[in-house]
């Protein structure tokens, strides 16, 4: 059974880089055919798929978070890290880490749904 357990501050400065940490239980992130996502949920608001790394360590990112966001992992600690920089106030969101199994190598999706594995979230406030 794959869990995972997003951890990193509650509070964060605007201007500041926000960091979130996400380790891997009950299966190896480099496993063939995983993919890694960072997704959030602002209050009020739907998912925001923000980016993968795949299990190889290829990274893929969403449009809308290209410029500010850097997905890396630490294959000795089965982790996988969210970077998010320069945040202001509507950065303010429930952080989730979550894995996809798929069929293919490779393979990622920006569709929340269809990822298998998810992590409990994270919030995260960013306010001076």
């Known amino acids: 059974q794959v869990q995972l357990q997003e951890s990193g501050p509650g509070l964060v400065k605007p201007s500041q880089t926000l960091s979130l940490t996400c380790t891997v239980s009950?299966?190896?992130?480099?496993?063939?055919?995983?993919?890694w996502a960072w997704i959030r949920q602002p209050p009020g608001k739907g998912r925001e798929w923000m980016g993968v790394?795949?299990?190889?360590?290829?990274?893929f990112y969403s449009p809308s978070f290209k410029s500010r966001t850097s997905i890396s992992r630490d294959t000795s600690k089965n982790q996988f890290t969210l970077q998010l920089s320069s945040v202001t106030p509507e950065d303010t969101a429930v952080y989730y880490c979550a894995g996809k199994l798929s069929n293919s190598p490779y393979y990622y999706t920006s569709r929340s749904y269809e990822y298998d594995y998810w992590g409990q979230g994270t919030q995260v406030t960013v306010s001076s």
């Open positions: 790394i795949v299990y190889e360590g290829s990274t």
């Open positions: 009950g299966g190896s992130i480099t496993t063939s055919n995983y993919a």
